[in-house]
């Protein structure tokens, strides 16, 4: 197997997990994940150190990200729906933890991106703070102080926001669900 494959086996899902925090689209992250490898055929060969292989991929991703963000016109602020955040979720076997996820992956998606970037990287890629440095191009106390407001943003919401319950539970009528004998 080629250098490139093996890259490509070793990376591309978590790649594309932090791509999808980034964009909030799919489709847009499927896009520029295949960018950065497509960077990486064409000057993947300076990198002296391969060992940091992970780091550059992430690092040339996120460096894409930004510069689309800035060519574009308008950034459009799309919600996560609910295949996007399926595909960034491992499936569980606990209901209710799943559907804290879910709401936790929404929650993620909402952040400003200064701290959805640190927060996908630390918790969802498990990236150390100096990788995310690396990665994101800023100081690591930079990176400890974006994760920390981050997490707070998050906790806040997470307990101010009802929990996710089914959309049939929410539904239902007072008194539906009372026993009725007859």
Known sequence: MSEFAELVDAYYQALF???????????????LVQQTFCIWATKGSQLRDRT?????????????????RRRAERFPEEELDERTAAATVAPENDADRQMDAQRALELLGSLDEAYRAPVSLFYLQQHSYKEIAEIL?????????????????????????????PKNVLQLEPGALQHRHG
């Open 17 to 31: 997990r932090f791509a999808v925090s980034l964009t909030r689209d799919a489709d847009r992250a499927a896009d």
């Open 137 to 165: 191009d800023i100081p690591i106390g930079t990176v400890m102080s974006r994760l920390s407001r981050g997490k707070e943003i998050l906790r806040r919401q997470m307990t101010a926001a009802p929990s996710s319950v």
């Open 52 to 68: 940091k292989a992970k780091t550059w991929l992430f690092t040339t991703l996120h460096r894409e990200f930004l510069g689309q």
